[in-house]
């Protein structure tokens, strides 16, 4: 099995562009997240899904980040207009109701 | 909120030393997972544990649930095992909280 596929694995954009990632969860994984990782920092929960809906999506800035899940499959984030503090990894996981959780690779993101 | 807190931050020890990491948290959970994220890596899952103990090959992972603690212990440390080591905990199918991660560095 592929695991949790994200990407890119990389990206580097100037600030007030736009940016997008991209998250394949496990087959079958009902519960998709969206962490965000400092560095030298434990992540942060930006948004959870359960199938195509946003169950927690508190942390999330909703001013210039979105994110959707619409066949309650693959997710995106984005960040519109990107900031300077936004550069940091932004990790992608899933699990089948909170058992198995497996992480993506994570995008590293470098705003300029 | 459940606080997460892991000792010691930093560790950095000698190719075959018996490595301990610990970890504490506040607040009543369903389970804790261990996790290991290499430089520039995704994160592993090494363990989840609602109870007792487990083993993989040099790695054994505990918890005391009545003292909400848990211990991750490495034997025969090797510098293949240099990593961060995450100790994270859930109530369920809400989103991890993470501990700040313990750096370890395994020299030869």
């Known amino acids: 099995e592929a695991g949790v596929v994200q990407s890119p694995r990389y990206k580097i954009i100037e600030k007030k562009q736009p940016v997008a990632f991209w998250c394949n969860p496990i087959?079958?994984?009902?519960?998709l997240y969206w962490y965000l990782q400092n560095l030298g920092q434990g992540p942060e929960l930006l948004i959870r899904?359960?199938?195509?809906?946003?169950?927690?999506d508190s942390q999330l800035p909703k001013d210039r980040f979105s994110a959707e899940r619409l066949k309650g499959v693959d997710s995106t984030l984005k960040i519109q207009p990107a900031e300077l503090g936004d550069s940091a990894v932004y990790l992608c996981?899933?699990?089948?109701?909170?058992?198995?959780?497996?992480f993506g690779s994570g995008t590293r993101l470098t705003v300029v | 909120k459940n606080e997460v807190e892991q000792s010691p931050q930093n560790l950095t020890a000698q190719e075959g030393e018996f490595i301990t990491i610990n970890c504490s948290y506040s607040?009543?959970?369903?389970?804790l997972h261990w996790l290991q994220q290499h430089p520039g890596g995704g994160i592993v899952s090494l363990f989840m544990?609602?109870?007792g103990k487990k083993k993989h090959g040099r790695l054994i992972a505990t918890i005391n649930i009545q003292e909400k603690h848990s211990s991750l212990h490495i034997t025969a440390s090797h510098p293949r095992d240099s990593a961060v080591y995450i100790c994270?905990?859930?109530?369920?199918?809400?989103?991890?909280?993470f501990g700040k991660g313990t750096h370890l560095i395994i020299q030869p």
């Open positions: 899904y359960e199938n195509e809906e946003a169950v927690d």
């Open positions: 994270a905990v859930s109530p369920g199918a809400d989103g991890l909280t």
């Open positions: 996981a899933s699990s089948l109701d909170g058992v198995g959780y497996t």
């Open positions: 544990l609602s109870s």
């Open positions: 087959s079958g994984h009902n519960t």
């Open positions: 607040v009543g959970i369903s389970a």
